[in-house]
């Protein structure tokens, strides 16, 4: 179609993480957090799907996340190896892994590995109601580099200039 857009974007979540099995606590970003063996065997289930319906994308983005980046390492991983031996099952180039912290997840300031209980009380839920995309955690992630607490509009407007950006590199000519 002429009106299409000129990027194909695949929006693809982490496989299950070392903080989504401690559901007590606010994760936030925690960029160290791993994968699970779940969550590797979900990246792997996931490779192998796009090997058979032939997907095979020039670019993969990554957030600097251990999570985010071991779920991008083990899909490829599925979708370039044809079986246990390591042999490829494509002529096509594996694209490498690019980081960018721009699609990191939001960052829950001083709240980042917090008992959710605790947070979560009654006056926070009130204040969530009425700030709702506006609501930024107050502080710093010391877990995550002291990174300053986010609003989801925060995370919008990070992310958009991301895909704004992928949007603008397409339009140019190699």
């Known amino acids: 179609r002429p009106s299409r857009r000129p990027l194909r974007l695949l929006l693809i979540r982490h496989g299950e993480s070392a903080m989504n099995v401690q559901p007590g606590l606010i994760g936030g970003r925690s960029n160290w957090a791993p994968l699970t063996e779940l969550g590797r065997q979900q990246a792997r289930e996931l490779g192998r799907r796009f090997r058979k319906t032939g997907l095979r ?13 071991e779920t991008a390492r083990v899909c490829l991983d599925a979708m370039y190896c044809s079986n246990q031996g390591g042999e490829s099952s494509s002529n096509s180039v594996r ?58 509009f925060d995370v919008e407007v990070r992310v958009g200039a991301f895909v704004d950006a992928l949007l603008e590199k397409e339009k140019r000519p190699d």
């Open 57 to 69: 994308p020039d670019m993969v983005c990554s957030s600097t996340a251990v999570r985010a980046q």
């Open 95 to 152: 694209p490498e892994i690019h980081l960018s912290p721009d699609i990191l997840e939001l960052c829950q300031g001083e709240y980042t590995g917090q008992d959710r209980s605790v947070i979560y009380n009654d006056d926070f839920l009130e204040e969530v109601g009425r700030e709702r995309l506006f609501l930024r955690a107050p502080g710093l992630s010391h877990v995550d580099d002291d990174a300053p607490g986010e609003s989801l």
